[in-house]
């Protein structure tokens, strides 16, 4: 669901097009007239014009790549904004006594990565105009992505209560309870995304996972078939639909999502995932393996395909590789209870009692923390 995910990056790299080299190979002659040096001040202050002219374009073309929007395709979360329609020239106005120039301000700043100063100038905002939702909302993506949901939540939640149209802050909201593992609410909050703009794919593909953790699957490819037909190249909702069929144990189907979700985007890495695991349920033990390590080569930060080779090994008696593979998952997700689970059955296997009862109790504690 959010969708991690593509962020704006600054070209620093660039060639300007001004070759610095020293390109005399002699010392130049001093003039012999003042006819002469007046000559050579009119050409140089001729030169400082056409380079002034030169630096000002290359200034703007900085400023155009600033206004760049974020990616609104990624799984999780939709984190579209106010578009900056103009570069505020600060010599113009007291910039930072402006509202609109400090929200604009902070959103490149957000873009850029540049959290700190971009709560800064937010926050300036908010402090000048307690009213303006873009600003509530363009510092809760901050909190996001800085990973502050509690701060996060009261300004998608401020934002909201002074703009009830803003179906993009209603969406971000319930991805934040949808990974804090609070369904309902996160249903709640699609919902009113989907109510506000009906043609909203990414908050039907959203609600169509939390269908799918609560359990009612059909309800969830209802929303995904719905987010396809919005977006007919949109990756993320066949994937998930392969995820559902999954669940539902009809594995060639959601074979056929995931080859449809790979012809979109080829490297994705969760699709492969997906696959892999509906290979692994069909017996398909190679197959398998090829897709998890294919999933782990695109994004080796993932623990669930290094449980899920884990699994592979397992089941074709590699228990050393299994072990290895599930050791991976724990040490990327600590609290991954499953892993936790196969590694103490192999370690049992292997002899090494301490070891496999360490792994057990260790899942155990996970699991009634769950259930609380």
């Given at each position: 669901m959010r969708t991690v995910k593509p962020y704006i990056k600054i070209d620093t790299t660039k060639n300007n097009g001004i070759d610095n080299k020293d390109k005399l190979s002699k010392k130049p002659q001093p003039a012999k007239n003042l006819r002469k040096l007046k000559s050579l001040f009119k050409l140089l202050m001729f030169g400082l014009f056409i380079w002034g002219i030169v630096v000002l374009i290359l200034q703007e073309s900085k400023n155009q790549e600033l206004r760049k929007e974020t990616d609104a395709s990624n799984e999780k979360v939709d984190k579209n904004s106010i578009p900056l329609n103009k570069t505020v020239n600060k010599t113009e106005n007291n910039e930072l006594n402006n509202p609109d120039y400090l929200i604009k301000e902070g959103y490149r700043y957000y873009l850029n990565?540049?959290?700190g100063q971009a709560l800064k100038s937010?926050?300036?905002?908010?402090e000048l105009d307690s009213l303006a939702s873009r600003a509530y909302y363009n510092r809760a993506?901050?909190?996001d992505e800085m990973k502050t949901y509690d701060l996060a939540i009261n300004d998608y939640k401020m934002a909201v209560s002074l703009d009830t149209n803003n179906s993009r802050a209603f969406n971000n909201l319930g991805v934040i309870y949808f990974n804090k593992k609070n369904l309902d609410s996160a249903l709640l909050c699609f919902?009113?995304?989907?109510?506000?703009?009906?043609?909203y794919a990414t908050a039907y593909n959203n609600r169509g996972r939390v269908y799918t953790e609560k359990g009612e699957y059909e309800l969830a490819l209802q929303d995904h078939d719905k987010a396809i037909q919005i977006n007919p190249q949109y990756s993320f909702a066949y994937n998930n639909k392969a995820l559902v069929y999954n669940k539902m144990?009809?594995?060639?189907?959601?074979?056929?999502?995931?080859?449809?979700?790979?012809?979109?985007?080829?490297?994705f890495s969760r699709a492969y995932n997906n696959r892999g695991f509906a290979y692994l349920n069909k017996n398909q033990i190679e197959m398998a393996i090829n897709d998890f390590e294919k999933a782990i080569q695109l994004d080796s930060r993932d623990p669930e395909p290094h449980f899920n080779l884990g699994l592979a090994k397992f089941y074709s008696g590699n228990l050393e590789l299994a072990l290895k593979y599930f050791s991976k998952a724990i040490e990327l997700k600590f609290d991954y209870a499953e892993a936790y689970l196969?590694?103490?059955?192999?370690?049992?296997?292997?002899?090494?009692?301490?070891?496999?009862?360490?792994?057990?109790?260790?899942?155990?504690?996970?699991?009634?923390?769950?259930?609380?």
């Open positions: 990565k540049r959290y937010l926050s300036r905002a908010i993506l901050v909190y919902s009113l995304a989907i109510e506000i703009d009906p043609e144990k009809k594995y060639d189907v959601a074979i056929e999502n995931c080859n449809k979700a790979l012809s979109i985007r080829p490297k196969f590694r103490s059955r192999v370690n049992e296997v292997l002899g090494r009692k301490n070891e496999a009862r360490e792994d057990y109790n260790k899942y155990l504690q996970l699991i009634l923390e769950l259930d609380k």
